[in-house]
């Protein structure tokens, strides 16, 4: 029984861990689905080798967050794999093993219930922030408050096609901005990443660029080809910004009359 209780304490208290890294990585500018993934993939010792695991060695803090969770994991599921072996070793009867196996079982269901629990994820997550802010140095970085990542506002990283719109020209032909959408960056091959372009800057084939802006008007500007209907599209666009910047200035005289 007591092995039984270990188990659940110890799986319950790993659960914790990875939540608290989790949203430590989340401040640090990771999505929340990005650091949940990273953070329980340290934890467990996968070490997938990808793009984003790339981005969290090369930033110290996540680096630090991700050494210290790896060396926890190994602890933590050496320890979970001892407590269940004695769970079902040291019991003499059938019917103590078969206590501990319901302890097990009711646990890891009752543990399973209050990690899908949305109050739980939001109460823990008020605390742990809390604790964060307060007893560490982790720098805030809320992409998306700052961004403004709702009202179909999203931020999208796409390749630009061959027979694309966007291929081969400047930013101050594409005149993005007309239609509130900003270029934040490009990746390009062999040649690094480009931040916050200047007009001149031409969009080649390949790059992988990040764009800021209503999702529809984004959608648009993938889709488009490299024929008249694409400058429709941009006429179209441009002439929706135009009306929802004019409606803007309205709300905002009527809010200064009264």
């Given at each position: 029984?007591?092995?039984?209780v270990?188990?659940?304490l110890i799986?319950?208290?790993?659960?914790?861990?990875?939540?608290i890294?989790?949203?430590a990585?989340?401040?640090?500018?990771?999505?929340?689905e990005?650091?949940?993934?990273?953070?329980?993939?340290?934890?467990?010792?996968?070490?997938?080798?990808?793009?984003?695991?790339?981005?969290?060695?090369n930033?110290?803090?996540?680096?630090?967050?991700v050494?210290?969770l790896?060396?926890?994991?190994?602890?933590?599921?050496?320890?979970?794999?001892?407590?269940?072996?004695?769970?079902?070793?040291?019991?003499?009867?059938?019917?103590?093993?078969?206590?501990?196996?319901?302890?097990?079982?009711v646990?890891?269901?009752?543990?399973?219930?209050?990690?899908?629990?949305?109050?739980?994820?939001?109460?823990?997550?008020r605390?742990i922030n809390?604790?964060?802010?307060?007893?560490?140095?982790i720098?805030?970085?809320?992409?998306?408050?700052?961004?403004?990542?709702?009202?179909?506002?999203?931020?999208?990283?796409?390749k630009?096609?061959?027979d694309?719109?966007?291929?081969?020209?400047?930013?101050?032909q594409?005149?993005?901005?007309?239609?509130?959408?900003?270029?934040?960056?490009?990746?390009r091959?062999?040649?690094?990443?480009?931040g916050s372009?200047s007009?001149?800057?031409k969009i080649?084939?390949?790059?992988l660029v990040?764009?800021?802006?209503?999702?529809d008007g984004?959608?648009?500007?993938?889709s488009?080809?490299?024929?008249?209907?694409?400058?429709?599209?941009?006429h179209k666009?441009?002439?929706?910004?135009?009306?929802?910047?004019?409606?803007?200035?309205?709300?905002?005289?009527?809010?200064?009359?009264?």
């Amino acid at each position: 029984m007591v092995a039984a209780v270990s188990l659940f304490l110890i799986v319950s208290l790993s659960v914790l861990i990875t939540k608290i890294a989790a949203i430590a990585l989340m401040h640090t500018g990771l999505s929340t689905e990005s650091a949940k993934f990273q953070a329980r993939s340290a934890y467990t010792g996968t070490g997938l080798s990808t793009q984003e695991t790339e981005s969290i060695m090369n930033h110290p803090v996540r680096r630090k967050i991700v050494y210290h969770l790896m060396l926890i994991g190994n602890a933590g599921i050496v320890t979970v794999m001892s407590s269940l072996i004695l769970t079902f070793i040291l019991p003499d009867t059938m019917a103590s093993k078969l206590y501990g196996l319901l302890i097990v079982v009711v646990g890891m269901l009752v543990l399973f219930l209050a990690v899908r629990s949305k109050w739980v994820d939001k109460g823990l997550s008020r605390v742990i922030n809390k604790m964060l802010k307060r007893y560490t140095n982790i720098e805030i970085h809320d992409f998306a408050a700052v961004l403004h990542l709702k009202d179909d506002y999203t931020i999208i990283e796409a390749k630009v096609d061959h027979d694309g719109w966007m291929g081969n020209r400047t930013l101050e032909q594409l005149n993005l901005r007309e239609e509130g959408i900003t270029i934040l960056g490009v990746e390009r091959k062999e040649k690094g990443y480009f931040g916050s372009p200047s007009g001149e800057f031409k969009i080649l084939p390949d790059d992988l660029v990040t764009i800021y802006g209503k999702s529809d008007g984004i959608r648009s500007i993938y889709s488009r080809k490299k024929d008249h209907y694409a400058q429709q599209e941009h006429h179209k666009f441009v002439a929706e910004e135009e009306l929802r910047k004019e409606n803007e200035k309205q709300i905002v005289s009527e809010k200064n009359r009264e």
